[in-house]
């Protein structure tokens, strides 16, 4: 039988409801323990409570300090499994994968419905979490996040709906493996990974989101407040609407990397438009392009690449080149 780790963060899949009121919230004795031995059947499952925290409380430090525990605890194991809450879990999911590199699954899983909700996911869930991770050829494709009996990339997932089910979703190439019953089945897998080492977080980034008439404030409150890094959720392809190109110059001159992504959930930027505020001007200012990250993930991987021991070029880093 295969050994798995299972590390619980918290979340909903850890909380349940008030039958009365209604509220859903942590519970001291958290309901994976009496659910837990269902699974047995399925691997030899260690349990390690590393938080018990709703995942907005997750911040960089915490997730590094995962990251170290998973570094630590891989080589006992043939597979690990993270339970985390949902709001945040692609944030985590891809740190993961940017600071681990290991030849073992590392699977994250999570529940829009908490434990004695009518329909509650999070047991299934944990059980595709695991078949995901005894499967040898579920190693080696980066951090997995299974959800709704699909398998995602950390690098690509995010959460689309606020409370159904099936929020997981990867916009633009879709899930990379499925689960029926009992199998696991792959059909794409990413062409990429990347790799760094992190002992500490002392650098931070701001992420912003650019709308119609948009002023130059929140970017100065940015560069004033000493962030080493700005993401900017940009318009459609990689435009920024005029009145910011200016206070963009002073990050490029206190060398401060700005990293743009697209507002738009599908699709990647480019330096296509020359007009005042257009890509191609900010290109040749110095912003950095990237290929289909979110705004959440650029901000996390410009996070990991600030803090890495290694000197590593950030455009090329999010060029992919
Ligand atoms: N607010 C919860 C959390 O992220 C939602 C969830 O777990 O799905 O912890």
Redesign the pocket.
Known sequence: MKKILLINT????A?SQDQTTGKVSPTSDNPIHQQGHLLQNFADIDVLDFLN?????MDLEKMLELSQLIQEKAKSYDGIVIT??????EETAYFLELTLDLPIPIVVT???RSSNEIGSDGLANLRSAIFTAREDHSAQKGVLVVMNEEIHTATYVTKTHTTNLATFQTPTFGPIGILYKNQVTYFQELIRHEHYHLTAISQDVALLKVYAGMKADLFEAVLDHGYQGLVIEALGAGNLPPQIVPILEQFMEAQIPVVLVSRAFNGVTEDIYDYPGGGKRLSQMGVIFTQGLSGIKARIKLAVLLNAEEKVSIKQAFQGK
């Open positions: 918290g979340g909903t899949i909380m925290i709703p995942s907005p409380h985390h809450g949902t709001d945040t879990l999570g529940a829009m």
